[in-house]
């Protein structure tokens, strides 16, 4: 690999995704060599830019992934040309992302003390909130509430 492995996660029973860099690969474990290689932003991100994926979440055939500068992603593995970037975008660095079990939404964390959910139908934030550090009186924050993993309530939409 060219850079830093950033996330891993399987797809189905027999594939392996692999964000490095700008790009998520997808190994089947039953051959040796990679299948599918899924470019970050619409087919194509230069590794000129420093976009590198920060985290990914899979559900069934569709990989969300999040950025470094704060965007959003989702990949269809079966047509990796079909990769849309959202518009919207967190204030700083991306560096968590959950797939919805069942609904069509995803909730991305980050850097920016922020967990935005996006509606993936019209790839729009639907809702957003903005973690608060516990000593709001303090001149300087020692560990910053930086969000680090999102993740649903199962059988609901709470974040």
């Known amino acids: 690999f060219s850079s830093e492995i950033m996330a891993v996660g399987f797809v189905g029973e027999t594939k392996l995704a692999v964000a490095c860099g700008s790009t ?54 079966t047509d990796p040309e079909t990769s849309i970037r959202f518009a919207g975008t967190h204030d700083a660095l991306a560096s968590c992302v959950c797939l ?17 959910v996006w509606d993936i139908a019209s790839e729009h934030i639907v809702d957003s909130f903005k973690v ?11 560990n910053p509430p930086f969000v680090y993993a999102v993740d649903f309530v199962p059988d609901e939409t709470t974040v």
């Open 100 to 116: 919805h079990p069942e609904e069509a939404i995803v909730a991305t964390g980050g850097i920016d003390q922020q967990v935005l």
């Open 24 to 77: 998520i690969y997808i190994y089947d474990q039953r051959f040796a060599g990679i299948v599918t290689r899924a470019e970050a932003v619409q087919g194509t991100i230069s590794q000129s830019t420093g976009s590198e994926i920060q985290g990914m979440s899979i559900r069934g055939d569709f990989i969300a992934y999040v950025d470094e500068d704060g965007h959003l992603g989702i990949c269809d593995i």
């Open 132 to 142: 608060l550090a516990e000593d709001t009186e303090a001149k300087q924050l020692v």
